[in-house]
């Protein structure tokens, strides 16, 4: 069923202009985009090169590699969990993945990965789905003591073949002391992917089959999975890379990963909580407005409105706030798998304020701000694009538009 846009007087014109610069620019190879006021949407818009040798828009349908736009749908799944009283968030983690249980923590002058002493608390579920349980990613600081030792161990994302299971990236990870103590600071990692373990231990069932039984099929979220079947193979988008990864605004003409890649329609052993995800934009409108509708969508709900309140408000301590090497968010604090917006960013509104998001390394995105009482998604195939100039400038505007 084809995306329904409520009609309306709004004009669209200069945001639409924006996005299609970037593509004509060759930043961007292409972008679907979505904004909704209240749980309507009010603009939908597709943006391709309609030139020779260039890309046309993808279909409404197109299937995307969401990335980390996956962590919020395992968070999701995780505190379904936590509402039938399965575990509580200041419940140490080691309660569940014994390999987690008993942590050692680099050392501040450590030289070497052995220069460590002991946690001073152990990692909680709370840590986990805030990430500020003292984990990494093996990609943040590549040439830091924690991510080289994650490397050679095969703990990264983007090391083919290394982690085979959940299960087996909780035990190497057991392996590694901390980056700090839990609760100390804000690191992206792989904190996600323990909470999709988590989900395994304690319904009993493999990751993605939870997720299917209890969010995808209730929402009728029938292309979202950690695969693309065969018969579907033909919509699933091209995904570029840039010439400088580097450079936001460097030029994306390379393709990166396609539909021949017979990776693409194989499930994988490892479910990525974290990063693993294939949807489309129909797809995941649907869960998006099952989030701003307070956990309930059509008759269907996933999760009760007090659960959601608690999943979008700060949970990081005083001081702690999101913190990248590579790209800046002011003022940012971390939810349950949720960032929220402290403070407007530079060029934003300052009804931006109170918003929450979060996005994919290959450019999806969702916002929300209760506040504006609006919303977008948008996505696009761009490795690395995640918190792009693109997505900013479709924010922007789309607040300028709509939500002031």
């Known amino acids: 069923m084809s995306i329904i846009v409520r009609p309306n007087n709004f004009d669209f014109s200069e945001l639409h202009q924006r996005i299609q610069w970037y593509v004509d620019e060759d930043i961007i190879p292409f972008a679907n985009t979505l904004i909704l006021q209240g749980d309507e949407v009010v603009d939908k818009h597709f943006y391709g090169k309609n030139t020779d040798g260039g890309s046309a828009p993808p279909a409404e349908n197109a299937i995307f590699r969401m990335h980390s736009s996956t962590k919020i749908a395992t968070s999701v799944a995780a505190m379904m969990l936590f509402e039938q009283g399965k575990f509580k968030l200041d ?32 990692i909680s579920v709370r840590h986990l789905l805030s990430h500020t349980a003292g984990l990494s990613y093996g990609f943040i600081e590549p ?34 002391p901390l980056v700090y103590h839990p609760g100390a600071f804000w690191r992206y990692s792989f904190a996600t992917d323990v909470t999709a373990r ?125 913190n990248f090497p590579m790209w800046s968010m002011p003022g940012t604090g971390f939810g349950l798998g949720f960032a929220l917006k402290g403070e407007p960013a530079p060029g934003e509104p300052v009804q931006a304020t109170g918003e929450y998001h979060w996005g994919g390394m290959a450019g999806t995105h969702f916002w929300w701000s209760a506040q504006a009482n609006i919303a977008g998604v948008c996505m696009t195939q ?23």
């Not at 990264?156 to 085979?164: R, T």
């Open 198 to 322: 988590l989900v395994e231990v304690v319904s009993g069932q493999r990751f993605d089959e939870f997720l299917k039984t209890h969010i995808f099929n209730p929402l009728g979220m029938i292309d979202t999975d950690f695969f693309v079947p065969p018969e579907k193979l033909s919509r699933l988008t091209t995904m570029y890379a840039p010439n400088d990864a580097l450079d936001p605004m460097s030029v994306c003409p390379t393709p990166a990963d396609t539909a021949a890649n017979p990776a693409n329609s194989v499930r994988p052993s490892f479910l990525s909580g974290g990063g693993g995800l294939m949807s489309t934009l129909p797809d995941y409108l649907t869960f998006a407005k099952m989030i701003i509708n307070q956990g309930r969508h059509a008759e269907t709900r996933l999760l009760k409105p007090e659960t959601l309140a608690l999943m979008r408000s700060n949970q990081c301590a005083p001081g702690v706030i999101v």
């Open 382 to 404: 761009r490795m690395p694009g995640f918190w792009h100039p693109f997505s900013h400038d479709f924010k922007r505007l789309a607040y300028q538009i709509v939500g002031i």
């Open 91 to 122: 419940d140490p983690i080691g309660q569940f993945i014994p390999e987690l249980g008993e942590m050692s923590v680099l050392k501040p002058d450590a030289v070497s990965i052995e220069d460590t002493e002991p946690a001073n608390c152990a």
């Open 143 to 176: 040439e830091g003591l924690i991510d080289s030792a994650y490397n050679r161990r095969g703990i990264n994302p983007f090391i083919p073949g290394g982690v085979k299971t959940l299960e087996d990236l909780c035990s190497r990870l057991g392996e590694m």
